[in-house]
C-alpha cells in the first residue's frame, strides 16, 4: 500500500523510516519476559543475567542465540520457543508509546512515506502494529527475513530508498544500533538523519556519545524535526 505521495503536484522525496521495538512499540517488558521464559525452557542450567536477558533487545534473535550454543539444533528450538510466546503475550503486553498513533497520522497527512526497518520479522511487526491501529500507516515493513544483512547494515534504509525514490530520509530509533545504521549509509546522494529517541531506555547523553543527528523525549518532537531538517517543498 503507497498512500498519497503528492503535495501541490511535487513528488515527495523524503521518507522517514522508524526502528519498531522500543521505537514505536513498547515491547520491552515483552522482550526480557519470553527471553527469560526461553531460557527456562530450552536452556534450563544456563545462568541468565538480567544484563544477558536485556542483550536480547535490538541484535537478530539468530545472534543473540548462537552466542549461548554452538548447537544449531538448540538454537532453532530457542527461536521456535520464543516466537510463539512472544506472539502468544503480544495482544496482552505490547502498546504502542504515548503520542505514537498521533504522530504517524500526522506524517501520514504531509504525504511522508513511512516505513519500518527492523532485526525482528515482519509478522511479528505486522501484529504488534494492528493490535495497537497504526499497521494501515505504514508504506513499507522491511523486518528481518527482508534484509539483505541486519541493522547496523544500512541495506533496509538503502531499500526504502529505492523503493520510493527518496533521497531525504530521517531514520528513528531507540539504540546504538539505529543510529550506527544511519551513519552506515555512503552513497552520497542519500541525505539520512538519525533521530535518537529517549522513551526506551537510552538516554540523552547516551545519543550524543553515539553521535545522533536529532534526540527527542516525546514522539510530537520529530514534527520539528522534519520541519527543521526538510523544510516544506525545499526540494
Not at 519498531?20 to 515483552?30: A, I, K, V
Not at 541484535?59 to 502468544?88: C, G, H, M, N, W
Request: net charge neutral.
Amino acid at each position: 500500500m503507497i498512500a498519497n505521495n503528492r503535495i501541490n503536484n511535487q513528488t515527495i522525496k523524503k521518507a522517514v523510516i522508524f526502528d519498531c521495538d522500543g521505537t514505536l512499540l513498547d515491547t520491552y517488558g515483552l522482550i526480557m519476559k519470553c527471553t527469560r521464559k526461553t531460557f527456562e525452557i530450552v536452556f534450563p542450567d544456563y545462568p541468565a543475567s538480567d544484563e544477558l536477558i536485556e542483550s536480547f533487545f535490538g541484535p537478530l534473535l539468530d545472534d543473540s542465540f548462537r552466542k549461548i550454543t554452538s548447537d544449531e539444533a538448540k538454537v532453532q528450538e530457542a527461536i521456535s520457543v520464543y516466537r510463539k510466546l512472544v506472539i502468544d503475550l503480544h495482544p496482552e503486553m505490547v502498546r504502542s508509546y504515548p503520542g505514537i498513533n498521533e504522530l504517524v497520522k500526522a506524517l501520514k497527512k504531509t504525504g511522508t512515506y513511512l516505513a519500518i526497518v527492523s532485526n525482528k520479522v515482519s509478522e511479528v511487526i505486522h501484529l504488534g502494529l494492528s493490535i495497537n491501529g497504526i499497521d494501515e500507516y505504514f508504506d513499507l515493513v522491511l523486518g528481518a527475513e527482508k534484509l539483505a544483512k541486519p541493522k547496523p547494515n544500512p541495506d533496509g534504509i538503502e531499500q526504502v530508498c529505492r523503493i520510493f525514490g527518496v533521497n531525504k530520509i530521517l531514520f528513528v530509533g531507540d539504540t546504538k544500533i539505529d543510529i550506527d545504521t544511519a551513519k552506515a549509509v555512503k552513497n552520497r546522494e542519500l541525505l539520512v538523519k538519525s533521530v535518537g529517541v529517549t522513551w526506551c531506555k537510552a538516554k540523552r547523553t547516551d545519543f550524543q556519545k553515539w553521535g545522533a543527528d536529532y534526540i527527542i523525549d516525546k514522539p510530537d518532537e520529530l514534527i520539528a524535526v522534519m520541519d527543521q531538517s526538510y523544510p516544506p517543498y525545499s526540494f
